[in-house]
């Protein structure tokens, strides 16, 4: 540190500014019982003025850089990482959060979803447009993956929460499903009520949902452009309330398409959905033959 400020003030602005203010300070000082009262107040305040910029910008300009390049480094390694955003929390950045969320779903053909439920994104009726015609649209490939809510991985989560919310989220989600999955089947002149449910109708309404029984990692939206993704956790803050969801409070990290971690958390997805997961797309839709 010492060596720096050591080039600081041996720098050309530096010894430009300090000379001219002991050259504008010295006739106030050689001259004082000669020069007229207003010379001498100003050549004393200006000369002062210029020494004291040349001896505090460069100290402040030290710790200006010093901070300016520690964000640097932030901003350089998101930047590499290949990530486009870095939301607060679902908590503290929601609005903002939920715009960029209905931007991607404006532009995007397909959308793949992995969560323990999805209350910020469905539960509120009506649904922002962009979402609305996406999961209402039988043309948009989605993927879903929902935490199973008879599974110990669910009910752990709850004993966390102490209460049944996460339970009680899980099920309006998949509820949310399968209206999705009956809507979309009314769009392709499907009768849900008559009609045969099988493999082709799925194929035409292109929307699947998966479960899984083990503990959750990350919460993701992802589409053929972006990636949103947030770490799972079995972090309960002191002051949360019984029953309150302990997930929504850790930042979300919004990634391009090109990133290494958007390939890596793709490969997550087709991992679970393939290997690891039970297809409940089908009984969904009958639960929604039998209801109607």
């Keep these: ?53 040349a001896l505090t910008a460069p100290v402040s300009e030290f710790f200006q850089f010093k901070t300016l390049s520690q964000h640097m480094g932030i901003v350089r390694g998101a930047l590499d990482s290949g990530i486009i955003h870095i939301f607060q929390s679902r908590v503290d950045d929601r609005e903002s959060f939920q715009k960029a969320i209905e931007s991607e779903f404006t532009q995007t053909s397909e959308i793949c979803l992995l969560g323990i439920a999805f209350p910020e994104v469905f539960h509120h009726q009506p649904l922002p447009k962009p979402i609305d015609e996406k999961m209402f649209d039988p043309n948009i490939l989605i993927k879903i993956l929902v935490l199973n809510p008879d599974s110990q991985a669910a009910g752990k989560r709850s004993e966390i929460e102490i209460g049944r919310g996460t339970i009680y989220d899980i099920q309006r989600s998949i509820d949310s499903f399968q209206l999705f999955l009956k809507e979309r089947a009314k769009l392709l002149g499907i009768d849900i009520k008559n009609d045969s449910i099988d493999g082709e109708v799925i194929k035409k309404i292109q929307m699947e949902i998966h479960q899984y029984d083990f503990s959750p990692i990350a919460f993701m939206i992802m589409t053929k452009r972006t990636l949103f993704l947030e770490q799972y956790h079995y972090g309960r803050l002191s002051y949360a309330r019984p029953g309150e969801c302990i997930g929504g409070r850790v930042p979300i990290f919004q990634y391009h398409s090109h990133a290494l971690t958007f390939e890596i958390m793709q490969h997550h997805f087709d991992y679970v959905w393939t290997t690891d997961s039970k297809d409940i797309t089908m009984q969904l839709l009958r639960n929604a033959q039998n209801a109607s």
């Design 1 to 53: 540190m010492r060596h720096q400020f050591i080039n600081i003030y041996s720098s050309r602005p530096f010894l430009i500014i300090f000379v001219l203010g002991v050259l504008l300070l010295l006739p106030s000082l050689l001259f004082e019982n000669t020069l007229p009262h207003f010379w001498r107040t100003f050549f004393h305040v200006v000369g002062i003025a210029f020494i004291a910029v």
